[in-house]
Structure formats: C-alpha cells, structure tokens
C-alpha cells in the first residue's frame, strides 16, 4: 500500500512541467488580453509571473523524472511536453503572422516553413534544459536543478528568439530615403 502512494506521488509529480507551463501561458494569455490586472500591466506579469514560470518548467521535469519510480515514463513526459511545446509554437506563430517579405501572407500555410526552427530550437531546449537539470536532482540537490533547469532554457529561449528574427527579419517594407 505504501508503494502505491509513492507510485500515485511519483505520477502526479511527472505532470508538474506541463502544468507550469499551462499556467504561465494561460496567465500570459490573460494578462494579454486584460492589459492591465489590478496595479501591474501586462509587463510586469510577464517578467514576474509568467517567465519564471516557464523558467521553472525543465527543473521541475527533471526534479519530477529523478524522484520517479518510472524513468522510462519521465523521460517519455519530457519528450511530449518538448514535441507539444515545438507545436504550440508553430500553430501560434502561424496563426499570428499575417505578413512575409513586405506582403501579406496567403494563409497559415506559407508561414509554417519560416516557424520550423523556432519551433525546433524551443521544443528540443525543453529536453536539453531538463535533461541538464537531471544530474543535480539525481545528486539531491534540487535547487541546483531548478537553477541549471531554468539558465539553460532561459539560453534555448534566447536562441529560439535568434531563430525567430532569422526566420522573420524586420524589414523595412516603406519606399528608401534618399
């Protein structure tokens, strides 16, 4: 009976990552739409709500996988929440880009080629993040975990942003000043 609490604990643990993720991109969502909640803007959500958040997601995978009685099914737990984060981020992204190289886009379609390595460098700096995180928690040292879990995504996140203005760049579509 013991072990099956432990097993229960060990399960719910592993669904920890998706749900800090869910819930600073639903927070972000609403501070989006809502502006400004009580005496802070959508900035200060953002930087103080929803990124830590996010930062916290690949340590908590990887505090949640070492504390598994199930490895196999914490590392299958961070393989899905990377494939569905490269997924979210080339649905909203497709859906949100409206124009390519100074013309509107012609649909969805044509913007989902250009959202592939975004995409790719997020989703696979989900993994690299926990899988970074995992030696410390292994080692008992959670904090240390979180931390390294959190700098290494915070960098996948910076070069997904790379990828981003690569694969978009800010042109200057108005006629040249001469």
């Known amino acids: 009976m013991v072990e099956a609490g432990r097993r229960s604990r060990a399960l719910a643990a592993l669904g920890v ?32 709500v929803v990124v830590p958040l996010l930062a916290l997601a690949p340590g908590a995978a990887a505090l949640a996988g070492s504390g598994s009685t199930s490895p196999g099914l914490a590392r299958l ?3 899905g929440t990377s494939i569905i984060t490269g ?15 100074c013309r509107p886009a012609t649909g969805p379609l044509e913007v989902v080629p250009r959202t592939l390595p975004t ?29 390294v879990g959190a700098a290494v995504w915070i960098v996948a996140a910076a070069l997904g942003l790379f990828a981003f203005f690569v694969s978009f760049p800010s042109l200057s579509c108005g006629a040249p000043q001469s």
């Open 17 to 48: 990552a998706p749900l800090l993720l869910l819930l600073g991109l639903a927070i972000w969502f609403v501070s989006d739409r809502l502006v400004t909640i009580g005496p802070f803007d959508r900035a200060k959500i953002g930087w103080a």
């Open 77 to 79: 737990v961070v393989a």
């Open 87 to 101: 997924l979210f981020v080339v649905l909203g992204l497709a859906s949100a880009i409206t124009f390519v190289d």
């Open 119 to 147: 995409a790719f460098v997020l989703g696979i700096g989900f993994a690299i993040s926990a899988a970074a995180a995992w030696g410390p928690a292994l080692h008992g040292r959670r904090s240390v975990a979180l931390v």
